[in-house]
C-alpha cells in the first residue's frame, strides 16, 4: 500500500490536471480557476470538461471526463452538486488518481445530500481515489505554481512564496491569510482547504507537510479534528523532527460537553481537551488570524532561545512598553543588561536615554545610537533573545532604526526579532526579503515570543519523556480484577465498588466495610476504630453530602446506631425507589490536602485525565488541569505544577512539602486504568483525595466511577 505521501502527490503537485465545468468568463468561479491556473503559469499537462465548448482560454475541452486523452494526476470538479456523483463515475472509469470537489450542496445540503456524498465516499474509496472536498476552496501549491482554486485573493500578480504549509477548515478564510500575508511579503507553501473531509482532512495533510521538505512550519485553521489518533501520531513525530505545528482553534466558547454525574464530566468541555491536547504534544495555539501567518513565519526563520530573558531597544518608549508587558504576560523576563553593557551604553548614549531594559535611545539614533545598542545587546550573555522596536521612523526614516536590524541580523547569534509601525509597509517587506521575523503590533510580537519559547520548551519536554509514555494492557492483572467489579454493575458504581475498582490498580483507598444492617456496622466500626464516617451506599445518590445521607466524625456505637436507621430513612425520602446497597463504614482519613482526579471518556479523544484542588473548591476555583492518555511520569509532574494550588503541595508558608510523587504515580494509575478498561468506564472521580507530606502517601476518601 502506498504512504500518505505517495497518495497525496497526485493531489497536492499534480503533473496533470482536468478543470470539469470551466469556464472561459473570468467573473464566474468556474472562471477563476481557469483564469488563475493560466495567470500563475502551471506547470503540467491542463484540460478542461465542458460539453459547450471545444477549448476554454487555450486549454483543450472535452464534453466529458471519459474523452480525456489520458488519466490525469487530479480532477477538480466545479459543478452543481447534482451533477458531481455522474462525474465521480466518469473518474473512477477513466482512473483519475485523485480528485477535488468545489460543490457545495453534498454532506451540508440536508438528509439526502448526505446519503449521496456517503455513496461517493464508498465508490472512491473502493476505487482507491483520494479526495478532497466536497464544499472546499481548492489546492494551492505555492512552490510549484500550481493554483486549483477560484478564490479571488490569486488576483495578485506575484504571490510571495514561502515555507509555512496551510490547512484550513474554512475555504473562505484561505483568502484573507494569502492576501494578508502577500501584503508582508510572506509566503505559504501550500494552501490546503479540506471542506467537508469526506475522505481527506486535517490530519491526513498534516503528514504530508510533515515530509514535504519545502515546509517548516504547518499552520491550521481548525474547527474540529476528525481522526485524532493520526493527529497525535503526526504531532509526536513534528516534535521528534522539529518541525512545528500552530493552530488557530475557533470554539472557545461553544458549550463543550453535556454535564455528566462526575465533576469531571460538568468541567470538561471540547475546548478545554482541545487546550490540554496542543499542551501535552508541543502544538502551538495562536489567538489571531494574523497570529497564524505571523508567528509561524518566526518559526520558520529562527530557532527557540535557550532561555525567557529578553532584551529590548527601542526608539519608542511607549511602543516598547507595550510590547514588553504582552511578553511578560506570556512568561517572558526583562532582566538589566550586564554592568559592561551599561558601561559600554554610557559611551555612546546621550544622558537622557534609557540604559536599562529597555534601552531607549530615542533620537539619539540618529547618530549610529540605535545600531550600537544593538550589537552591545546581542553580545551581552544576560540575554536570550532580543526585539528592536522602531516607531514612526520606520515609515519616514528607515535609515534611522530599520536598516541598523538588517545590518546587524545576519552576524546575530541568537533570536532577534523587530516590531515597527503598521503604516511602514516597506520596512516589513524588507524585513522579510532579509529573513528577519517582524510584526506589525507590539502586542503581536510580545506573545509570538511567548509561543516561540513555550515551543522550544515543549521540544525539551519531548526528549524528556519520549520513551517514558505508558502502553495500554487490557490483560493486565489488574484489568482483570478491576473488571470483576464492572460485570454486573449498572451505570453508575457506588462508592464502594468504585473503590474496589481504583484498589485493583494499586490506588491507597480509606479502610471500610459495607454492612447490611446495624449489626454488621458495628463490628465493622470495632475492626477500624472510632472514630469513623457513615455513608449511605446507592448507585441512585451519586453525591451523598447533598442528600445528607452522610455522617462523619461518629465517635461511639450509641451514635452510629442512633445515626444508622436516620441516614437510611433520609436515603428514601430523597427517591422514593431508591435501591440501596447498605451502609459504608470507613476510617475517618486525618487532615491533608484534599485534590480531585477525575477522568472523562470524549468521544473523539477518549480519555481525558483531571488533576486540581478537590473537596468543594474544585467547582468554586476551577483550579484544574488536563492530559490525555497516555501519560509520561513528566506529564504527570507538568499536571500537578500547573494548577494555582500546587503552591499548597510545595510547602507554603512553612508548612510541610506534600507527596507529590504519590500524586503522580495515582494519576498515571488513573490513566493506566482509563486505557486498559477502555468503554467500560466512561467517567471517574477521586473526590477528595488527600495527600499527606513526603513519604507519607495518599489516600481516596470518597470515588465514583461512570459506566
Do not use: W
Not at 458531481?84 to 482512473?95: A, D, F, N, S, W
Not at 465498588?497 to 490498580?505: F, G, R, T
Request: contains cysteine; proline residues 4%; aromatic residues 8%.
Amino acid at each position: 500500500m502506498k504512504s500518505i505521501y505517495e497518495q497525496l502527490r497526485y493531489l497536492l503537485s499534480p503533473k496533470s490536471a482536468v478543470i470539469v465545468g470551466a469556464s472561459a468568463d473570468y467573473s464566474k468561479f468556474t472562471g477563476r480557476t481557469v483564469k488563475y491556473v493560466l495567470k500563475h503559469r502551471y506547470p503540467g499537462k491542463l484540460y478542461a470538461v465542458n460539453p459547450a465548448r471545444t477549448e476554454v482560454s487555450g486549454i483543450p475541452c472535452f464534453s466529458s471526463v471519459k474523452d480525456l486523452p489520458e488519466a490525469v494526476d487530479t480532477a477538480f470538479i466545479q459543478i452543481a452538486a447534482k451533477g458531481v456523483p455522474g462525474v465521480i463515475e466518469q473518474c473512477i472509469e477513466k482512473k483519475i488518481k485523485s480528485i477535488i470537489i468545489h460543490a457545495a450542496g453534498l454532506g451540508e445540503g440536508g438528509e439526502e445530500g448526505k446519503k449521496t456524498q456517503d455513496r461517493i465516499k464508498a465508490q472512491t474509496r473502493e476505487a482507491g481515489i483520494r479526495v478532497v472536498g466536497p464544499n472546499c476552496a481548492g489546492i494551492v501549491n505555492m512552490t510549484e505554481s500550481i493554483i486549483l482554486s477560484p478564490v479571488i485573493c490569486y488576483e495578485i500578480d506575484d504571490i510571495p512564496k514561502g515555507r509555512i504549509g496551510l490547512i484550513s477548515q474554512s475555504g473562505g478564510l484561505t483568502g484573507a491569510y494569502v492576501s494578508r500575508a502577500a501584503d508582508r511579503g510572506i509566503g505559504f507553501s501550500y494552501v490546503i482547504s479540506t471542506g467537508n473531509e469526506m475522505d481527506l482532512g486535517v490530519s491526513e495533510f498534516a503528514q504530508y507537510l510533515l515530509q514535504d521538505k519545502n515546509t517548516d512550519a504547518i499552520a491550521i485553521f481548525l474547527e474540529a479534528l476528525r481522526d485524532v489518533e493520526i493527529f497525535r501520531e503526526v504531532a509526536v513525530e513534528a516534535l521528534k523532527i522539529g518541525k512545528p505545528i500552530l493552530v488557530l482553534k475557533v470554539g472557545r466558547t461553544a458549550v463543550g460537553a453535556k454535564a455528566a454525574a462526575s465533576h469531571t464530566g460538568a468541567l470538561t468541555g471540547d475546548d478545554t481537551i482541545y487546550d490540554a491536547f496542543f499542551k501535552q504534544y508541543g502544538i502551538t495555539r495562536v489567538e489571531t488570524l494574523e497570529d497564524l501567518f505571523e508567528v509561524s513565519a518566526l518559526f520558520c526563520k529562527t530557532k527557540p532561545p535557550t532561555g525567557r530573558n529578553v532584551g529590548v531597544i527601542t526608539t519608542t518608549g511607549g511602543g516598547a512598553t507595550i510590547m514588553v508587558e504582552a511578553a511578560a504576560q506570556a512568561g517572558l523576563q526583562f532582566p538589566l543588561p550586564s554592568e559592561s553593557s551599561i558601561a559600554l551604553a554610557t559611551e555612546f548614549l546621550p544622558s537622557f536615554a534609557a540604559k536599562s531594559n529597555p534601552m531607549d535611545v530615542t533620537m539619539s539614533g540618529t547618530g549610529g545610537g540605535f545600531k550600537k545598542g544593538l550589537e552591545v545587546l546581542l553580545k551581552d550573555d544576560t540575554f536570550d533573545m532580543i526585539v528592536g522596536v522602531v516607531g514612526t521612523s520606520s515609515q519616514f526614516a528607515p535609515e534611522l532604526g530599520v536598516q541598523p536590524i538588517v545590518d546587524v541580523y545576519k552576524d546575530a547569534k541568537k533570536p532577534l526579532v523587530a516590531f515597527c509601525n503598521p503604516n511602514a509597509a516597506e520596512a516589513l517587506r524588507l524585513f522579510e526579503k532579509n529573513g528577519i521575523p517582524s510584526f506589525r503590533t507590539p502586542e503581536s510580537c510580545g506573545r509570538s515570543l511567548g509561543y516561540l519559547v513555550k515551543y522550544g520548551e515543549a521540544l525539551e519536554s519531548y526528549n524528556r519523556k519520549k520513551d517514558q509514555r505508558q502502553t495500554t494492557n487490557p490483560a493486565s492483572s489488574s484489568a482483570k480484577e478491576a473488571k470483576k467489579f464492572l460485570v454486573n454493575a449498572g451505570r453508575i458504581l457506588n462508592e464502594y465498588d468504585s473503590k474496589l475498582v481504583l484498589s485493583a490498580y494499586g490506588i491507597s483507598v480509606t479502610k471500610e466495610k459495607l454492612a447490611g444492617n446495624v449489626e454488621d456496622a458495628k463490628n465493622a466500626a470495632k475492626e477500624i476504630g472510632y472514630p469513623i464516617a457513615m455513608k449511605v451506599m446507592s448507585a441512585d445518590i451519586p453525591h451523598k453530602t447533598e442528600a445528607g445521607v452522610i455522617k462523619l466524625g461518629v465517635q461511639s456505637e450509641k451514635e452510629l446506631e442512633a445515626f444508622y436507621g436516620e441516614i437510611l430513612e433520609k436515603a428514601k425520602k430523597f427517591k422514593a425507589d431508591v435501591k440501596i446497597d447498605g451502609v459504608l463504614i470507613q476510617e475517618m482519613a486525618e487532615k491533608g490536602v484534599e485534590l480531585i482526579i477525575g477522568m472523562k471518556r470524549d468521544a473523539g479523544f477518549g480519555p481525558v485525565i483531571m488533576f486540581g484542588l478537590g473537596g468543594i473548591f474544585v467547582e468554586v476555583f476551577k483550579d484544574v488541569s488536563f492530559r490525555i492518555p497516555p501519560l509520561s511520569l513528566p506529564d504527570a509532574q507538568e499536571m500537578i505544577a500547573e494548577i494555582k494550588g500546587s503552591k499548597l503541595l510545595q510547602g507554603y508558608r512553612g508548612a510541610e512539602k506534600m507527596d507529590v510523587d504519590a500524586i503522580a504515580s495515582a494519576l498515571m494509575s488513573v490513566a493506566s486504568l482509563s486505557l486498559d478498561l477502555g468503554k467500560e468506564i466512561q467517567e471517574l472521580d477521586i473526590n477528595p483525595l488527600i495527600v499527606y507530606p513526603r513519604r507519607k502517601g495518599i489516600k481516596v476518601v470518597d470515588a465514583l466511577v461512570c459506566r
